[in-house]
């Protein structure tokens, strides 16, 4: 037998039973270790090799990708966090809701008898309190309607968690208990601790879930799904070298002596234990993915979280995954067929998939993103339901978006005005925007209230006139429609780069995580992005330093960012039209060769078009900051190793260990 110098876990035998813990598992003879993180997995070696030898295994396994699973743990811990906070602030107002009824009922003598002695101690009188009978009676019928409204909500997003308003144990996961406190002081008992379920619907190793497992500190219980027999088979077996296989009713600390009858949720112990001990904190299911999510269509079944991490696009498993999570839960995607969304060659092949048309412009990988949006928001809009981006990322070969679902009508009206189809230049690359709806406000002259009424917008854009475009008289080109709202919930990406700080050595990308969360925090919510050296080259001009380009467009009040999609790049509200001008005023102190012009050529239309804004190229002291100059960062991946890219699809069936 191997042995692996990796951290304290349980030994597994030839039958994978979980044996008392030792310093190290034990590795079986035929199989080797990947350590990530916290975790350790097993997988088969490869027929060439030795037990004791490492390689290639025939599963899928992609180690680049391990910057993926720290952000996820980073994403998911902050939006747990975020959703403890909202869900304690929902109890507490819960809670005070109660008590302002109790007192309700005891101003209406529904109290007992030393509440009434207390009334008539302070002179309040009979008379005087049926004085106040109908307004008490009132309120206290409102706020009992209020309250069972709140307890069914609560009931339908969190299962038993929050399903009335009392404290839940420290063990809690959505059991609740009953605490002592003083109603008059106003002192509210233990806050409760709502604990969630992770769906990882398309796990492989299981190494994602069992990361989850141990890194997640409000993590309820993952399921580890996937379709294929021997990748449940490595599942169950990585589960259990990390001690992580169920340890029965018995291993709950005071069942000593009980039979597994007697052990039941109660007082002594909580759902959530005994489930745990008797299905484990990672629970490995075979079957299909899609197939099981619509499984767990019903309110009380669904996950509060789920993983979509495929081999290719996402979008088959959309529908499925819109209908099994929770209200206000997290969705986690990823679709690595860059090639499709930011590619030129399968316009064809991006609608077909996402809905929408692909751009051949630089800006592709930016609108990758947003064609993946696009299909997330209509998806959800089919089911009443809602996205709310926390965080949409381009990265190395794929896109990685974490989003909330919720539920609303209302907000589902306004999708079609935060989408959008974009009229481009196939030359200078100009993007011009046209909405598919208009949202209109309107203040009521009465309460005040503020009315949403939703149109037709106008079209096309105001820029586009004919089928050429005004700035150098290339044919117009169309992408989309796509997402035309924000790619990031500013707030969320604070707090996940907080908590990136704060824990940097739990994560060996941390440095890469930190850097890519600053540059998407700084991001301005203006779409797309260009280049100075693709602006200079459409001038055969020389590219002006990105500090200058960046003091022009400040200098004339405009916003200015980088873009985490690709290096050199900028993002501004500045119309295109200023952009060109910008070159233009470079221009005239560092002249084009005018003999490499030829007559025609786009260069030459631009050239020949007249400056129209003033600007200035002095610099600005505020673009060091804004271009995040001032701060050390590792902004854009530097290729880790040789052939570094999307790694090849597992092969169907591991060979047995020797």
Known sequence: MAHAEIPTMTAVDETMRVEEPQTAPTVPEGFVVHTESTTSILFAAPPSSSSTSSGTAPVFLNPVQEYNRDLSVVAIRTWSETRQAEKRKYWEEGLRRKWARKRVRDLNGGGDGGEKFARKATGTGEDEGKGKGKEATATLKEGDA???????????????????????????????????????????????TFKFSLLEALSATGLRAIRYAKELPLLRYVIANDLSASAVEDIRRNIAFNGLAPKGLHS???????????????????????????LGKVRANEGDACVFMCQHRAEEARFDCVDLDPYGSAVPFLDAAMNA???????????????????????????THYGGVCVNAEYSHEVGLRLVLHSL??????????????????????VRLFIRVRTGPKEVKAVPSKTALVYYCHTCQSP?????????????????????????????????KGDRCSECGGKFHIGGPMWAAPLHNKAFVRDMLTHVEEHASDFKTSDRIKGMLTVALSETEAPLY????KMA?????????????????????????????????????????FVHDVIREWIKSNPVM?????????????????????????????????????????????????????????????????
């Open 146 to 192: 209020d309250g069972q409204a709140d307890a069914k909500r609560r009931k339908a997003e969190d299962g038993t968690a929050a399903a009335a308003p009392v404290a839940v144990g420290a063990g809690g996961s959505g059991e609740a208990t009953t605490t002592t406190t003083t109603r008059e002081e106003g002192t509210l008992p233990p806050a409760p």
């Open 252 to 278: 709950i600390p005071g069942t000593e002596g009980m039979t597994e009858d007697e052990i039941k949720p109660g007082k002594e112990f909580s759902k959530a234990q005994i489930e745990e001990a008797k």
């Open 325 to 351: 999570i929770a209200d206000g839960g997290l969705m986690c995607v990823t679709c690595t067929d860059m090639g499709v969304l930011a590619g030129h060659n399968y316009p064809e092949k991006a609608f």
């Open 377 to 398: 928001a209509t998806t959800a809009a089919r089911y009443g339901r809602y996205i709310e981006p926390q965080l949409s990322l381009s990265i190395d070969f794929y």
């Open 432 to 464: 011009h925007w046209q909405p598919f709806g208009r949202v209109q406000e309107r203040v009521s002259e009465k309460n005040g209230n503020v009315n949403l009424t939703y149109h037709v917008p106008a079209g096309p854009p105001e820029q586009v």
């Open 530 to 533: 260009f280049s100075p050296s």
């Open 537 to 577: 080259s459409l001038f055969n001009a020389t590219c002006p330093p990105i500090s200058t380009f960046g003091s022009a467009l400040l200098n004339a009040g405009y916003e200015i960012s980088r873009s985490h999609a690709v290096a050199g790049s900028i993002k501004t509200n500045a119309p295109r039209t």
């Open 594 to 658: 005018m003999k490499n012009v030829k007559d025609g050529s786009p260069a030459k239309s631009l050239l020949a078009k007249e400056q129209t804004h003033e600007v200035s190229l002095a610099h600005n002291p505020k673009v060091t900051e804004a271009l995040l100059d001032n701060i050390k960062l590792v902004r854009y991946q530097i290729n880790p190793q040789a052939n570094w890219g999307p790694a090849r699809a597992a092969i169907r069936g591991a060979p047995p260990p020797k």
